[in-house]
Structure formats: structure tokens, C-alpha cells
């Protein structure tokens, strides 16, 4: 089986950065492309970041570019989302998500049907 735990999400002051992991169980992590999604009450599931699975290639959200990395280390299974300059509308459940496929070439990856396995998920508050 698959498995996806997500850590890192708490409470930071606008400004502030946090790292999340995304720890991956089960199997070959690094021949899938990994993803991160946000969600707030009441609205949909919104893309925030991706990375193909030799880490060659990302792909950020215009609100978040600049401001998140996204990495991975295969080493360890784990895939990372460091935020900085943190702004309130940055508050959302943020999981993880690992693709159906290797790459992104012919998928896009904001498309949530590209995934098949999804974490759950790890809050993320930024005051003002």
C-alpha cells in the first residue's frame, strides 16, 4: 500500500516561513511526480506546487511563486514545501498528494485527477 503523512503546518505571524514534509510509505517513491494542494472551508481543493520525481522539473501557482520550493529527497521518501514571506491567505489544511505518473509533460498539474494517493493534510495558520 500507499501511504502520504504530511507535518510541519502550525501557527506563524505574517512574514513568516514554515517547511512542511510529506513522508511516503510503501512503494518506489521516486518514479512519481509529487504534489502539494490547499484547502480552505467551503471552497475547493487549489493547487500550490509540484515536482516531477527526479526533481528536474517544478511547477508553482502564480500566488505562491517565489515565495514556495518545493523539493524532494528520494533518499528519505519524503517530499518538502518551504514557505516564506507568509501572508494570511496562505491559511488552508495543506496535503500532499503523489501522481499517477512520473511527469508532467502531457498532464497539468493543478489537475487534482492526475493524483491517486492524498495525505491528510496538515494546518496551516498565518495571522496578521
Known amino acids: 500500500q500507499v501511504q502520504l503523512a504530511e507535518s510541519g503546518g502550525g501557527l506563524v505571524q505574517a512574514g513568516g516561513s514554515l517547511r512542511l514534509s510529506c513522508a511516503v510509505s510503501g512503494r518506489t517513491f521516486g518514479d512519481y511526480g509529487m504534489g502539494w494542494f490547499r484547502q480552505t472551508p467551503g471552497k475547493e481543493r487549489e493547487f500550490v506546487a509540484a515536482i516531477n520525481w527526479s526533481g528536474s522539473n517544478t511547477y508553482y501557482a502564480d500566488s505562491v511563486k517565489g515565495r514556495f520550493t518545493i523539493s524532494r529527497d528520494s533518499a528519505k521518501k519524503t517530499v518538502y514545501l518551504q514557505m516564506n514571506s507568509l501572508k494570511p491567505e496562505d491559511t488552508a489544511v495543506y496535503s500532499c498528494?503523489?501522481?499517477?505518473?512520473?511527469?508532467?509533460?502531457?498532464?497539468?498539474?493543478?489537475?487534482?485527477?492526475?493524483?491517486?494517493?492524498w495525505g491528510q493534510g496538515t494546518q496551516v495558520t498565518v495571522s496578521s
Open positions: 498528494a503523489r501522481s499517477r505518473y512520473s511527469g508532467y509533460a502531457t498532464r497539468p498539474p493543478s489537475t487534482p485527477t492526475v493524483y491517486d494517493y
